[in-house]
């Protein structure tokens, strides 16, 4: 059974139709790439798939569970898990901090525990803060980790945002261009380390990203978007080919 | 074990540091003792309010409605019941600010659950308008004494009581950031769309956060409606609400450390201008030129301090020494203008009680401390053993 399947999601913002009936699939353990020229509309799926906007037609099923228009923060104890193409950290907070809250989701203690400051709230706080360590050393932060987190450079603020959604564990991981303002380095460096959450953490993972080399390097299929709507779809070397995907990118030949 | 005992512990000594407060002020005058216990009130409420706008994040600047809410909901239980209770007064009073907080609490929910999906200014202005509307209903019900204000019965006055709802206030909002519950709520405050998309329930952190901070609000309230023994809704004006925002601000926006210290701070401060008496013992005069020396010397001393913390290449040493240098700069600045001004004829005749002139001080205080530390005295910290000794340690540099 798939993971996540989108039918025919569609939305429209008065008469802009962002997102023209995409449909694709993700099978649990894959490394999906969401790929399109600027304003092709892949954020916005994104932001469906989250709950951030209710798709206005078609359905998005999670699970064998219909999630079109469900609110954000159930969706993500459903087990899908993001980061932003415009980094959204915690600034105020420390990196450890922000992971914890990542972590939240997962706290089964009450406000009244934690407003007496009672051993349950003290214990989960404690175990998140332990949890939150190790993922730290995952994405190598831990060395940072009482830096707020509004003073990292922007590759560690972008692992970070990876962190903290990997600490809601969740079975789906959606990276909104996570290699964006990246030098060569520590994106060999993400590469490995996308590799390695999907291999040693179990999550399958579906990501937007503008570096061609990056997704044809990590991805096993690969969905293009243009103008909203899905030009082709395939592995990596298909998709090179395309002729559609190389217009969109470059323009028809004239 | 040793949890249970530290907690205790703590427990007892804050109990006793207030009983202790009581009595000490017991043997000064009224006037000391009204002013120990409106810094208290001040105290619970601009630490609640920080919870909400500091903590939360959600601006809200009409605390003053559900502090109301409180004072008429525990004066009109007193005038009704008290009597019929038989309770001792101590004991009727913890009543009257559980009811107060209870009532306050509702309120802060009924208005925050449709009000918390907006944002910002716009937050700001529902609240303010609840404000009001709160105001203005009391002005016209003749039940509460309309705009005559009412009579509570009995009067109630315990400093005890005051500061231990303060100190539960302080105590709570502590406790919630220590652990991930608060943790979530500042998520919020930082950011809504990815605090959600990590799983916090937003609209409960902040309709939680509201429903607290309004309660405390209420108890301060209900315990305000005691201690004055009459109250009317001018007691509880849009200037209020304004005075308890500026208290967070002013320390800090998120810190209760902050909030505690500027609600003692800016409750005491026109107090202190008040009865300022000069040296013969009548109230203190200067003349006009004086006045506009203390002026010039304030604006000289905010100028130099300002460019130097904006220079970002000097040394911390360097820093101390200009802000010192400006001081006394000032000083002698204003020793000198006002050894000039005051050959002015008229300048010199011109008298002014200094006492008159407390809203004015009180106001350039602000502008002053606004215009050199933006983000509040106290930023985000919060005061700690570990705190202290990390002021001696240098600024730690992030390696990439």
């Known amino acids: ?254 | 074990m040793k949890f249970w005992l530290i907690r205790l512990l703590s427990v007892a000594v804050a109990i006793l540091g207030c009983v202790g407060l009581q009595v000490a002020a017991g043997s000064q005058s009224d006037y000391v003792q009204r002013l120990l216990t409106l810094a208290g009130l001040y105290v619970t409420l601009s630490v609640s309010l920080n919870l909400i706008n500091g903590i939360t994040g959600q601006f809200s600047i009409g605390h003053a409605a559900f502090y109301q809410v409180g004072a008429y909901l525990g004066g009109f239980l007193s005038v009704r019941f008290f009597h019929t209770s038989g309770l001792p007064p101590i004991p009727w009073l913890i009543v009257t600010l559980i009811a107060g907080a209870a009532g306050a609490a509702i309120a802060g929910f009924v208005v925050g659950l449709p009000s918390l999906r907006l944002k910002g200014d716009y937050l700001a202005i529902v609240t303010l308008g609840f404000g009001e509307i709160i105001r203005i209903q009391v002005q016209n019900t003749p039940a509460l004494g309309g705009s005559y204000g009412m009579n509570v019965e009995p009067k109630i006055t315990s400093i005890a009581v005051v500061w231990l709802l303060a100190i539960l206030c302080i105590a709570i909002c502590r406790n919630l950031l220590k652990t991930a519950t608060g943790l979530s709520f500042l998520a919020v405050r930082e950011d809504e769309v990815a605090s959600s998309a990590m799983g916090v329930n937003v609209t409960r952190a902040k309709v939680s956060a509201f429903v607290l901070g309004s309660a405390f609000a209420g108890g301060a309230g209900a315990l305000l409606a005691s201690f004055e023994g009459f109250i009317t809704p001018a007691t509880f004006g849009m200037d209020v609400s304004f005075i308890i925002l500026t208290m967070v601000v002013l320390g800090g926006t998120g810190s209760i450390t902050g909030s505690v210290v500027s609600a003692i701070f800016l409750s005491l401060l026109p107090e202190y201008l008040r009865g300022l008496k000069s040296a013969s013992g009548g109230p203190l005069t200067l003349t006009g030129a004086t006045v506009v020396a203390y002026m010039v010397a304030v604006v000289v001393a905010v100028a130099v301090i300002r460019h130097v913390y904006q220079d970002g290449g000097r040394t911390k040493i360097n820093r101390l020494l200009w802000t010192f240098g400006a001081l006394i700069g000032a000083v002698i600045v204003q020793i000198i203008a006002s050894v000039a001004l005051n050959k002015i004829g008229p300048m010199h005749e011109k008298q002014i009680v200094i006492n008159q002139l407390r809203m004015v001080i009180f106001a350039v205080t602000l502008i002053v401390l606004m215009l050199l530390r933006p983000q509040g005295v106290f930023a985000h910290h919060e005061f700690s053993w570990t705190w202290l000794s990390k002021l001696r340690e240098p600024k730690k540099e992030v390696a990439a």
């Open chain 1, 1 to 254: 059974m798939s993971l996540l399947k989108l039918d025919a999601a569609t939305i429209k913002f008065g008469g802009l139709v962002a997102v023209n009936a995409v449909s694709f699939e993700l099978n649990k353990g894959d490394l999906f790439g969401l790929i399109g020229p600027n304003g092709a509309g892949k954020t916005t799926t994104f932001n469906i798939v989250t709950g951030v906007y209710k798709p206005t037609s078609g359905t998005i099923t999670f699970k064998g569970r219909s999630i079109g228009g469900t609110p954000s923060n159930k969706i993500a104890s459903l087990g899908i898990a993001r980061t932003f193409q415009n980094i959204r950290l915690f600034k105020a907070l420390s990196v450890l901090e922000n992971v914890v809250v990542g972590g939240y989701l997962r706290h089964n203690t009450g406000l009244m525990s934690a407003l007496a400051y009672l051993p349950p709230s003290i214990n989960e706080t404690n175990r998140l803060k332990a949890e939150a360590m190790e993922l730290l050393k995952v994405v190598n932060l831990a060395h940072v980790a009482d830096v707020r987190s509004a003073d990292l450079s922007y590759g560690m603020q972008r692992r970070l945002e990876i962190a903290r959604a990997m600490a809601t564990q969740p079975e789906l991981l959606l990276l909104d261009e996570p290699a964006a303002g990246m030098n060569p380095l520590e994106k060999e460096e993400l590469l490995v380390m996308v590799k390695k959450i999907r291999d040693e953490h179990g999550m399958t993972v579906l990501l937007i990203e503008h570096d061609m080399r990056f997704v044809m390097n990590l991805c096993e299929k690969i969905v293009v978007l243009d103008h909203g709507e899905e030009i082709a779809s395939g592995p990596p070397s298909a998709i090179r080919n395309d002729p559609k995907v190389i217009a969109a990118y470059l323009g028809e030949a004239v």
